[in-house]
């Protein structure tokens, strides 16, 4: 088994293709209130993901 199998990959709700998809270039940030979050970008059709939570 290599590393990259035990890392679940990031996955958000792309509103313009309308389906889940796999963050591409996921980052983590902390929102102004403190909540944990990621942003990305779709790598289908290249809209800005992002998820709130962890």
Known sequence: MEVSDLVAAK???CVKCKA???IKDPED???K???PAT???CPTCGTK???IGK
């Open 49 to 51: 993901i992002f998820k």
């Open 20 to 22: 889940k998809r796999e």
């Open 33 to 35: 209130n403190g909540r």
């Open 39 to 41: 942003k990305g970008t």
């Open 11 to 13: 996955e958000g709700y």
């Open 29 to 31: 940030i902390t929102m």
